[in-house]
């Protein structure tokens, strides 16, 4: 969380820090779909939530999963009009005579004096607090984590949006070693190995001890900046005993500091004497002199890059890709392929929002357009497959209309990849003998002709996350089993892939409770199960996608030799 002065300063003027909040009671103000996710931080982080529910008169506006947490016991649920003069200072704990600890408030916008009275009372006694989409009357803010063991990170943007802030923690996580808890577990218990025997040995040399940890180390410092002493040059042949001794600590520090991240997990006492000639590897120098190639004057080509990860790019895609003068993207087309393209190259990324489809596919066309009348070789790279959904059909009309016939590459589908990625044998003996491509939004956003139930079909519906709330119900009502189970497939072969698993009457709850990640597809199906069985629980989620690690630069160099 971030905690700072009040919301009318600078955003700089913030600190972060990691609240201990074991035991303390949470009161949250008002109810919407993020009540629940906030109850469900609150309760991991181990305190006790109580929810007001100010503006709502029926259960049937409370969300589904708050209401189960209700009947479990986990989270009260007061159903009436909130009281500040009273409910701020009864219903917390004894032993901070009945003050909350911590307040959320998220009322609509159209409560702005009531938003403000509660700050200000807030404000006025200390306690912290936060409002759901104004900053001007909050002391903290949330932060988008990642928990990885003892291992957590934390991104904020100061109430610039959570959703920007999700993004780049997934970026950031995404880059990570996958042994980053191994590392911190590793490094703690060397560190205080160490530690204690230097202790036990230099117990008549204490004051010296304490003041190297202090003034050379930084040990006692929160915050791990380094002391002016840090890099200092020791000399083996000048050290006292005792100084040698105390190396050990400063070898620590220079290692965690130099050594290959992903490799202090097996650090050992035995190493740190060896410290000084660890190298902390070769520099990554990027990507190569950018591919030469004799350019196809005034050509264009419709290139599938596939559902996400480098590794399921086609050779093809990628020799279009490097010699192209103009790369027209998605804007599902993820940064790692994008990073493919040489810095010489002008790239365009479609602005295809809610609302603005059309005429942003309009302004794309026209850029193609001008660019191959300019006699430049056009290379537009569409999310999977163009002829999967990618209007590639449209765009193969458009530009021959004009006297340009595009090449078209085929690009891996997610629609069949992601199935492969999350487990799921699309097609599967004596379970599945039959596959269909869906999608879950129809023209204008209505929904698609509904298809008919097949026990031994495996179904995807691109682009239906969105509109899952309605896709459910009509397909019970055309008579699809509400039991059968079901997989959410996001972000699908890239490091920050999510499986949720579960079934079709618990579709809607799911996607309400775990949120949305785009690019992100439906899996339907017996098959959902044949490799992981079935599960207990309402639904169940899986994070992480790892790949077999490549270099790039290489392939290219192989691709145009």
Same mark, same amino acid.
């Given at each position: 969380?971030?905690?700072?002065?009040?919301?009318?300063?600078?955003?700089?003027?913030?600190?972060?820090?990691?609240? %201990?909040?074991?035991?303390?009671?949470?009161?949250?103000?008002?109810?919407?779909?993020?009540?629940?996710?906030?109850?469900?931080?609150?309760? !991991?982080?181990?305190?006790?939530?109580?929810?007001?529910?100010?503006?709502?008169?029926?259960?049937?506006?409370?969300?589904?999963?708050?209401?189960?947490?209700?009947?479990?016991?986990?989270?009260?649920?007061?159903?009436?009009?909130?009281?500040?003069?009273?409910?701020?200072?009864?219903?917390?704990?004894?032993?901070?005579?009945?003050?909350?600890?911590?307040?959320?408030?998220?009322?609509?916008?159209?409560?702005?004096?009531?938003?403000?009275?509660?700050?200000?009372?807030?404000?006025?006694?200390?306690?912290?607090?936060?409002?759901?989409?104004?900053?001007?009357?909050? !002391?903290?803010?949330?932060?988008?984590?990642?928990?990885?063991?003892?291992?957590?990170?934390?991104?904020?943007?100061?109430?610039?949006?959570? +959703?920007?802030?999700?993004?780049?923690?997934?970026?950031?996580?995404?880059?990570?070693?996958? %042994?980053?808890?191994?590392?911190?577990?590793?490094?703690?218990?060397?560190?205080?190995?160490?530690?204690?025997?230097?202790?036990?040995?230099?117990?008549?040399?204490?004051?010296?001890?304490?003041?190297?940890?202090?003034?050379?180390?930084?040990?006692?410092?929160?915050?791990?900046?380094?002391?002016?002493?840090?890099?200092?040059?020791?000399?083996?042949?000048?050290?006292?005993?005792?100084?040698?001794?105390?190396?050990?600590?400063?070898?620590?520090?220079?290692?965690?500091?130099?050594?290959?991240?992903?490799?202090?997990?097996?650090?050992?006492?035995?190493?740190?004497?060896?410290?000084?000639?660890?190298?902390?590897?070769?520099?990554?120098?990027?990507?190569?002199?950018?591919?030469?190639? +004799?350019?196809?004057?005034?050509?264009?080509?419709?290139?599938?890059?596939?559902?996400?990860?480098?590794?399921?790019?086609?050779?093809?895609?990628?020799?279009?890709?490097?010699?192209?003068?103009?790369?027209?993207?998605? +804007?599902?087309?993820?940064?790692?392929?994008?990073?493919?393209?040489?810095?010489?190259?002008?790239?365009?990324?479609?602005?295809?929002?809610?609302?603005?489809?059309?005429?942003?596919?309009?302004?794309?066309?026209?850029?193609?357009?001008?660019?191959?009348?300019?006699?430049?070789?056009?290379?537009?790279?569409?999310?999977?497959?163009?002829?999967?959904?990618?209007?590639?059909?449209?765009?193969?009309?458009?530009?021959?209309?004009?006297?340009? =016939?595009?090449?078209?590459?085929?690009?891996?589908?997610?629609?069949?990849?992601?199935?492969?990625?999350?487990?799921?044998?699309?097609?599967?003996?004596?379970?599945?003998?039959?596959?269909?491509?869906?999608?879950?939004?129809?023209?204008?956003?209505?929904?698609?002709?509904?298809?008919?139930?097949?026990?031994?079909?495996?179904?995807?519906?691109?682009?239906?996350?969105?509109?899952?709330?309605?896709?459910?119900?009509?397909?019970?009502?055309?008579?699809?089993?509400?039991?059968?189970?079901?997989?959410? =497939?996001?972000?699908?072969?890239?490091?920050?892939?999510?499986?949720?698993?579960?079934?079709?009457?618990?579709?809607?709850?799911?996607?309400?409770?775990?949120?949305?990640?785009?690019?992100?597809?439906?899996?339907?199906?017996?098959?959902?199960?044949?490799?992981?069985?079935?599960?207990?629980?309402?639904?169940? =989620?899986?994070?992480?996608?790892?790949?077999?690690?490549?270099?790039?630069?290489?392939?290219?160099?192989?691709?145009?030799?």
């Amino acid at each position: 969380m971030s905690v700072g002065a009040p919301a009318d300063l600078h955003p700089r003027n913030t600190m972060l820090v990691s609240w %201990n909040c074991s035991g303390e009671v949470h009161l949250l103000i008002g109810v919407s779909a993020l009540t629940y996710t906030r109850v469900q931080s609150i309760l !991991t982080n181990g305190a006790t939530p109580i929810v007001i529910t100010q503006l709502i008169d029926s259960d049937d506006k409370i969300p589904h999963n708050l209401l189960v947490l209700e009947q479990e016991g986990s989270v009260q649920i007061l159903r009436r009009q909130v009281d500040i003069g009273k409910d701020l200072f009864t219903l917390g704990r004894d032993e901070v005579r009945g003050v909350v600890d911590k307040v959320y408030v998220n009322l609509p916008t159209t409560e702005e004096e009531l938003k403000r009275a509660i700050f200000k009372e807030c404000q006025s006694n200390r306690i912290p607090i936060n409002t759901t989409e104004s900053v001007e009357y909050s !002391t903290f803010t949330m932060l988008s984590t990642h928990t990885d063991g003892d291992f957590q990170l934390g991104v904020t943007t100061s109430g610039k949006g959570c +959703k920007l802030a999700s993004r780049i923690k997934r970026e950031i996580v995404s880059q990570l070693p996958k %042994n980053i808890n191994e590392i911190c577990q590793s490094v703690g218990a060397l560190r205080l190995k160490i530690q204690e025997e230097d202790r036990q040995k230099l117990s008549k040399f204490k004051e010296e001890y304490e003041r190297f940890l202090r003034e050379e180390l930084g040990e006692h410092e929160d915050d791990a900046v380094q002391s002016s002493k840090f890099n200092n040059f020791v000399s083996e042949f000048n050290m006292t005993e005792t100084q040698k001794k105390l190396q050990r600590s400063r070898w620590l520090s220079q290692v965690v500091e130099y050594y290959p991240l992903s490799k202090l997990a097996d650090i050992s006492i035995d190493d740190i004497s060896s410290a000084y000639s660890i190298s902390s590897g070769d520099a990554h120098t990027g990507y190569e002199t950018p591919l030469s190639s +004799k350019q196809i004057k005034g050509s264009i080509s419709l290139v599938g890059s596939g559902p996400g990860s480098v590794s399921l790019l086609t050779i093809g895609a990628l020799q279009e890709i490097s010699s192209a003068d103009l790369v027209l993207a998605d +804007k599902l087309v993820p940064q790692q392929v994008l990073d493919l393209i040489p810095i010489k190259t002008e790239k365009f990324i479609a602005r295809k929002f809610p609302g603005n489809a059309e005429a942003a596919q309009e302004e794309l066309l026209s850029l193609g357009l001008q660019a191959l009348k300019l006699g430049k070789k056009v290379v537009r790279l569409k999310q999977g497959d163009p002829y999967i959904f990618g209007r590639g059909g449209e765009e193969y009309i458009f530009f021959a209309k004009h006297g340009f =016939v595009p090449t078209v590459l085929p690009g891996i589908t997610s629609a069949l990849s992601s199935t492969v990625s999350s487990q799921i044998p699309a097609t599967q003996r004596d379970v599945a003998d039959q596959v269909l491509i869906c999608t879950g939004t129809g023209r204008r956003g209505v929904l698609p002709n509904i298809p008919e139930f097949v026990e031994t079909r495996t179904t995807v519906f691109l682009m239906s996350l969105h509109r899952i709330q309605d896709l459910v119900p009509a397909l019970i009502a055309k008579g699809w089993d509400p039991k059968v189970p079901a997989a959410i =497939v996001e972000r699908s072969s890239c490091p920050d892939q999510r499986v949720t698993r579960t079934r079709l009457e618990d579709l809607v709850d799911a996607v309400e409770a775990i949120g949305s990640r785009p690019p992100g597809l439906l899996v339907i199906g017996r098959a959902c199960e044949v490799l992981t069985g079935p599960i207990e629980e309402r639904w169940r =989620v899986q994070e992480g996608y790892e790949t077999e690690d490549f270099q790039v630069s290489d392939l290219l160099k192989t691709v145009t030799a």
